[in-house]
């Protein structure tokens, strides 16, 4: 080690570990159970694992109400959201559907997925459909691994090219 890289490490402490990976995009997973009920959580646990074929991993706590509608369905659709749903978002992740309808309550609306059994969140600019293709327990969450199916994008996002320009969205 040089003399000016000890000197460097100085101004430097230990932070905390945990979620130390910022920014963390906002999403909101919606789901079905095999009975048809349609929930959606907030999730703080979401990215990229694979290029070829295209995959996300969304972290879920088995705890959480949606955790078995995922594992037995095998689907789900991770929303992306803007500012103007930041009021459903903190709603819809600090109340449980074990409590009461929150869908009903902040009046969500759904459409159905085209690949997959789970719904999408209308409101949200885009909706990616996913089918478990594994998962793994990584301590307090269940990451699970879906094959993205289909992504739904609202038309002004969508270059000639089929990209998305993530720079039209106002993200949360």
Request: hydrophobic fraction near 35%; charged fraction near 25%; charge should be negative.
């Amino acid at each position: 080690m040089k003399k000016n890289d000890s000197k460097d490490q100085s101004l430097k402490k230990q932070a905390n570990m945990k979620s130390c990976l910022q920014p963390m995009p906002k999403v909101l997973v919606s789901c079905r159970g095999l009975d048809g009920e349609n929930n959606v959580l907030a999730v703080g646990y979401c990215s990229n694992c694979s290029f070829n074929p295209p995959m996300v991993m969304v972290g879920i706590v088995p705890s959480r109400y949606s955790y078995k509608m995922i594992k037995e369905s095998g689907a789900f659709v991770v929303n992306l959201v803007e500012k103007e749903y930041k009021e459903v978002f903190d709603y819809l992740g600090s109340h449980s559907k074990r409590d009461g309808d929150k869908l009903e309550d902040m009046n969500v609306k759904l459409t159905e997925g085209i690949r997959v059994n789970a719904p999408l969140l209308k409101d949200c600019p885009v909706n990616i459909e996913c089918t478990v293709v594994d998962s793994i327990v990584t301590g307090s969450h269940e990451m699970f691994v879906g094959k993205i199916e289909y992504v739904h994008a609202a038309s002004e996002l969508v270059g000639d090219d089929g990209n998305i320009d993530f720079s039209k969205i106002s993200f949360l």
